[in-house]
T-cell receptor, first 112, second 113 residues
Framework: GESVGLHLPTLSVQEGDNSIINCAYS??????FIWYKQESGKGPQFIID?????DKRQGQRVTVLLNKTVKHLSLQIAATQPGDSAVYFC???????????FGKGITLSVRP | KAGVTQTPRYLIKTRGQQVTLSCSPI?????VSWYQQTPGQGLQFLFE???????NKGNFPGRFSGRQFSNSRSEMNVSTLELGDSALYLC????????????FGPGTRLTVL
């Protein structure tokens, strides 16, 4: 099966700094990766995704990096803002079925 | 486009009762997946439906069941509730049967007393 883990349960950053959230996965057959953000009282919100044929993808203030060799992906948030405070999840799909496997989540706190 | 909607948002039940949760996917989305979220276990996949057929099921007991209607709306049912079923139940929709990008609803917070 697949296991997905985030390296740290919490991350505290200064407003304006860049944030990096890391995630490791176990199944080398994983081919689709997603980052979600979950604010208190809400469902997970899609941030950015990447497929295994890419190693980098950029969105608005966010970048996802994928290193298939070491089975690691990261989410970089530029110029972190107070509104970025939330729990972040990485999710992985092996492609064998429609099931997403989620990491436990990391809580990002932004200090003013 | 309206997002994924889930009803009810909050529910309190007692042990032994059963509960039905409802999910309306984004218009045009035909795949609906259900997840259970708890502080201890995180987000765990329950099942996925596409075109009224269950395509995949997670590792949950048979007390958890679901169905999908011809308009893609989905319901999940939990029978003989246990205290450990207290959780946030999330529904996610996507256009097709492959995962692609799943969009989540706000969830139904179920408390079992």
């Amino acid at each position: 099966g697949e296991s997905v883990g985030l390296h740290l349960p919490t991350l505290s950053v200064q407003e304006g700094d860049n944030s990096i959230i890391n995630c490791a996965y176990s199944n080398s057959a994983s081919d689709y990766f997603i980052w979600y953000k979950q604010e208190s009282g809400k469902g997970p919100q899609f941030i950015i995704d990447i497929r295994s044929n890419m190693d980098k993808r950029q969105g608005q203030r966010v970048t996802v990096l994928l290193n298939k060799t070491v089975k690691h992906l990261s989410l970089q948030i530029a110029a972190t803002q107070p509104g970025d405070s939330a729990v972040y999840f990485c999710a992985v799909d092996t492609g064998a079925n429609s099931k997403l496997t989620f990491g436990k989540g990391i809580t990002l706190s932004v200090r003013p | 486009k309206a997002g994924v909607t889930q009803t009810p948002r909050y529910l309190i039940k007692t042990r032994g009762q059963q509960v039905t949760l409802s999910c309306s996917p984004i218009s045009g989305h035909r795949s609906v997946s259900w997840y259970q979220q708890t502080p201890g276990q995180g987000l765990q996949f329950l099942f996925e439906y596409f075109s009224e057929t269950q395509r995949n099921k997670g590792n949950f007991p048979g007390r958890f069941s679901g169905r999908q209607f011809s308009n893609s709306r989905s319901e999940m049912n939990v029978s003989t509730l246990e205290l450990g079923d207290s959780a946030l139940y999330l529904c996610a929709s996507s256009p097709g049967p492959r995962t692609d990008t799943q969009y989540f609803g706000p969830g139904t917070r179920l408390t079992v007393l």
